[in-house]
């Protein structure tokens, strides 16, 4: 796999803003990788669809966590709502696939809005178990509701209408992949554009140091606010890509293990930087798939290893090793 | 009545398998979600103890603590001390990857299954008293949860490793300009709450059993309870733990639909209205 | 495990000698099994039955070799990761049966991959009543959720058994159980007089067992996801003096299954469940059955997920059998209906209309036999067919 030297956020703090919100080009390099992947992987498509779909939830709490510092243990909520919506949506007959995702980014906003005003006070840990605790009581009203969701068996009798009417998704994933790969790349550059507006930029000062920010003017708690709804409405269009590439809906997306998981693929990758997000997502998938693939049954020892090694070697996780190698090779030039 | 003293119990069993992450987590403020890993340590041992070597389940309690500080004295040196000073999120998912590797292990030596365990006869059983009846089994819960949670604050509030502890977190420099041994300090620290950690698993096998997907199972509980009772406070986990015991067990009780909820509501409802917990340090970082 | 290997190998070899012309290309079969996670015994327990299939009745069906791909889709209960792994295994590994699935969301999320690549699908364990109508490719060689249920509620309803507390687990299943056995219990004049639904995960039932012990029925029909919760009710059960107050104790026989027997302990003797297979079945093919297993797995206890997955490749291997090789799914499903063998578990057969098994129920009781805790069989209901489909 081939990574960019250096990254965007490198160059931020020095540079002019203008700068920092130009491609660098080893984005567009970047970006180049899931089209070659699509020729190289072709029997792989529909792990490549979830490894993109998994980047963009990965993404929603890049935003919240890397950008506005809210920690968070209870992510898959919002994912789930936007897979159940999407879901639901398309079994009542309303298959249309961008509709789904509309409305699917919407019930999510909305979920997110109502429970962000809960993380608003209090230290990492109050932050991660409030999450946590309404992730759970969610997963477990959908659990009881079984009329409705299916319950622990799943939510059966999706059916997805073929995107803009044309393309139909299929046994080889073709179409999920180029569908969720398109939405992925929207909303990434959405984000992009988000983190590098002086919306974004307020954010990173919250982070930074929550005491100054009113004093020159920025509402902390409306920005929190905001970001939190937008992080919600990316999870929830990453769920609702979900449901529809795969056209079932399992309770699992609500799942805990689903949230942890996440919050450890975007530590891996490197918080705050977008791309961690993304590279991280890409390097635990791909892991997880080989080493289940090689040993099914003790593959997570050697995932556990890799995790332990990366703490201890590589702090910052992956885009911050990357950004420490491109630093060595840009900078004697 | 019963309801209560079941309340009681189950929230002190809570406390038994949290109260090692109250150590680490709370007092040192080490995110260990590599907890569970610990108490299932002490289940294993436990269980091997009993069933391969037929020893009595009391005397194996000592020696399970003993092993499971042991470990974690191990594991202190080797690993975690490299870590006390990296962010919050670099401790947690170094201690994810190590409890991957515990399941992983577990798994490899002991099989998928759940372990049996036999409880002494004079543990097990049910004796009346008047509109109360009481488990021997919760029954010695609640009596080794409480000298647990004594002897905790005793040590951290009245004694001189309590005070030197207490220093070496708040501000590791200072204390070791005024001479003492943080190094030696935390190891022994870890090393306790690793005991705990071990001990609370052997005695949870009874009630939760044991597999080797215990340390994600049960993580929520211990996170909840430490959450709750605010860090860095052994009287916080203890009141949290029985205040979710009692409501859980009453919850399911009177109305079990909504059974399920009850742990978590309590706990988000707590800190909304109090998000350093119910007894945490307002100034906690 | 290098007895397992050995004999393998030991038949490979003879068969290469015996049919050397017949070099016909393999047979790929596709598992899609949790192998970790919270359901890895699921998996472990299919696997060895599949496994123990080949090792003992030779791998070569329809005079095609048969190669095994193991998946694992932990935890189990994700249809996204299931389905994408069905994919793969049709579209990369190109298997021409796929086979497994532990839970029923796995099974539900694969079926219209089946439907759509056209593969037959054997289903080892996944129990909900509904699988089967999710593909025409489809066909279970383990049991349904209602056909396990409905005799322990017959069976109480002729022994005396007035007064019915039902506890289940609250998920989908457990609502299933709840369902099937309230209709047939109360159907033959029973009465339920007390109904809960328990958390899932739920590490202390002492609440529930109070609520039972105040409204002292005759019996407690209990369903719950065989691990720590159901180790930690029987136990507090007998703790609480349940069995002493004479109420008694039913319920669908996955839940003293023989991978949790011991971890009870003694608190499950006396336990009545309805249920297809058991260690303790008396007769030639299981005495067979039994001790093959123990030779190849010493440390585990042969228990229905093995069997699902031993009759699973008994029916590919019949089926096969009969097409000469030929894996068409049609072809597969249309030999597949009505086929009839005397399994380990007791005579057993695909049910023509709905792909779904067919098989003798037995009423069992936990005692002590030879040291072991078995579920002896002591009733038993004969071809009984999924009452969820009626």
Known sequence: MSMPPSSVDSAFSATPLRDASRWHPAEYAFWVLPVLAYFVFGENLSLLSQIAIAALFCLSLDLILGYAGIVSLGHAAFFGVGAYAAGLLAKHGWGDPLLGLAAAAAIAAAAGFVTSFLVLRGSDLTRLMVTLGVAVMLYEGANKATAFTGGVDGLQGVEVKPILGMFSFDLYGKTAYWYSLAVLFVMFWLARRLVHSPFGLSLRGIRQNVGRMPAIGAPVNGRLVAVYTIGAAYAGVAGGLLTQTTQFVSLDVLSFSRSAELLLILVLGGTGRLYGALIGTMVFMTAHHFLSGINPQYWQFWLGAALVLVVLFARDGIMGLLQKLGTRWTKPA | MTVVFDGIASGLLLFLISVGLSVTLGLMNFVNLAHGSFAMLGGYICVILLNRHGMPFLAALPIVTLASALAGVVLERTLYRRLYGASHLDQVLFSIGLVFMSISTAHYFFGAQQQPLQLPPMLSGQFNLPGVDIGVYRLFLIVVGLSIAVALQWMITSTRFGAQLRAAVDNPRAARGLGIDVDRVFVLTFALGSALAGLGGALGVEMLGLDPEFPVKYIVYFLIVVAVGGSGNIKGSLYASLIIGICDVAGKYYVPQIGAFVIYAVMVVTLIFRPQGLFGRSAAK | ?390
């Open chain 3, 1 to 390: 495990m290098r007895h397992l290997k050995k004999s393998i190998v030991a038949a490979a070899f003879t068969l290469a000698a015996s049919l050397p012309a017949l070099a016909a290309d393999p047979i790929k079969i596709g598992l899609v099994l949790p192998m970790t996670g919270p359901f890895a015994a699921y998996g472990k327990q299919i696997e060895h039955g599949v496994k123990l299939y080949l090792a003992t009745k030779g791998d070569t069906f329809g005079g095609r070799k048969v190669e095994l791909i193991v998946k694992d889709d932990a935890p189990g209960t994700a249809g996204d990761v299931s389905k994408r792994l069905a994919q793969e295994l049709v579209i990369k590994d190109k298997v021409d049966i796929l086979a497994g699935f532990g839970l029923t969301p796995s099974a539900f999320a694969v079926a219209p991959v089946a439907t759509e690549a056209k593969k037959p699908m054997v289903v080892m364990n996944a129990a909900t009543s509904a699988v089967t109508t999710k593909s025409n490719y489809l066909v279970r060689t383990s049991m349904t959720l209602p056909q396990i249920t409905a005799p322990i509620a017959t069976w109480a309803s002729k022994n005396g058994i007035k007064k019915v507390f039902t506890l289940v687990a609250d998920y989908g299943p457990g609502h299933d159980a709840e369902g099937q056995f309230k209709k047939t219990f109360t159907a033959a004049g029973g009465e339920i007089v007390g109904e809960v639904r328990a958390p899932v995960k739920n590490p202390d039932f002492a609440p529930f067992l109070q609520k039972i012990k105040d409204t002292k029925p005759d019996a407690v029909f209990i369903f719950l996801p065989p691990g720590a919760e159901t180790i930690a009710f029987m136990k507090g059960f007998t703790e609480r003096g349940l069995t002493a107050a004479g109420i008694r104790l039913i319920a669908t026989g996955d839940l003293p299954d023989e991978d949790i027997l011991e971890a009870i302990g003694d608190a499950a003797l006396g336990l009545i469940t309805s249920f297809h297979y058991s260690e303790a079945h008396k007769s030639p093919e299981n005495k067979a059955y039994t001790e093959a297993y123990y030779k190849a797995y010493p440390k585990d206890r042969p228990n229905f997920m093995s069997m699902g997955g031993y009759d699973g490749m008994h029916l590919i291997a019949e089926v096969l059998k009969k097409t000469g090789g030929n894996a068409d799914a049609e072809k597969f499903v249309e030999a597949a209906k009505g086929m009839k063998w005397t399994s380990p578990r007791g005579p057993i057969s695909i049910d023509p209309v709905t792909r779904d098994i067919v098989q003798t129920i037995y009423i069992r009781k936990v005692e002590r036999v030879a040291g072991k805790l078995q579920n002896v069989e002591f009733d038993q209901v004969n071809e009984f067919k999924d009452p969820g489909k009626q």
